[in-house]
């Protein structure tokens, strides 16, 4: 099954809805979900407008919000013992996102172009690293952003000087930097030993600690750790 541009319009529409729905609450929520809700709506309306415009790294990272989503609702589901209508409705819009993006036919249009691969010298193997580690960060990026804007007592500090390292290292690492896996991993380091806040998703109060989040960001710098040892070495 190819239909590759109808996939590709169905997972933006869903990814629209995301944003349009994140924004709407922050414009018109409560103050206390303000901050969660315009951060999300930047995830969302990321993944969309990257994913429109053709990035090549745009479908990798929608792909990885649509996994994050899938995760929450799992966890959700999960944690309240309910198979209620709203964490069905996350699973199925986000496994839309997810698994319409998935496969080689999608990966034409993105990052199966040859200009980009030319351009930055990169070879399959390359290309993979990148994939996995951008998916990766599509996962981790809103449970940070979440994390750090959460009400919670004081101005977390750390928590913030995380959040931009990992915003930094986003951005070098789609551009092939090697200071973006850097900054992946010096977040990672500042979030381990951080103390777990109480947040709001999907309208049900729910822990999100900090070690998973440090794990992933070192799951996204882990691809490249070998090829950087190597190049030391040599």
Same mark, same amino acid.
């Given at each position: ?81 309910? #198979?209620?209508?709203?964490? +069905?409705?996350? %699973?199925? $819009?986000?496994? !839309?996102?997810?698994? =319409? @993006?998935? &496969?080689?036919? /999608? ?60 915003? #930094?290292?986003?951005?070098? +690492?789609?551009? %092939?930097? $090697?200071?973006? !896996?850097?900054?992946? =991993? @010096?977040? &990672?380091?500042? /979030? ?43």
């Amino acid at each position: 099954m190819k239909l590759v541009g109808e996939r590709r319009a169905l997972a933006a529409t869903v990814l629209a809805f995301y944003f349009i729905m994140y924004l709407m609450n922050g414009l018109l929520g409560d103050e206390e979900v303000r901050n969660v809700a315009f951060v999300m709506s930047g995830v969302y309306g990321l993944a969309f407008f990257s994913l429109v415009a053709g990035y090549f790294w745009a479908r990798w990272y929608s792909v990885g919000v649509g996994l994050f989503g899938v995760i929450v609702a799992i966890v959700m589901m999960w944690v309240t013992k309910t #198979l209620e209508q709203q964490f +069905l409705f996350i %699973l199925g $819009t986000h496994l !839309v996102v997810t698994l =319409g @993006l998935w &496969g080689h036919a /999608m990966s034409e249009p993105f990052d199966g172009q040859q200009a980009w691969r030319q351009k930055f010298h990169m070879d399959d193997n390359a290309v993979q690293r990148l994939g996995r580690s951008v998916i990766r960060a599509g996962v981790m990026l809103p449970f940070i952003l979440i994390y750090a804007v959460a009400p919670k007592q004081g101005m977390d500090v750390v928590a913030m000087g995380a959040l931009v390292l990992a915003l #930094l290292g986003f951005r070098g +690492l789609v551009q %092939l930097k $090697t200071w973006g !896996v850097i900054s992946m =991993g @010096l977040a &990672g380091f500042l /979030m381990l030993g951080m103390p777990s806040h109480q947040v709001m998703l999907g309208g049900h109060v729910m822990a999100l600690a900090s070690l998973p989040i440090a794990l992933l960001l070192f799951a996204v710098a882990a691809p490249f750790v070998r090829p950087m040892a190597r190049f030391v070495r040599a």
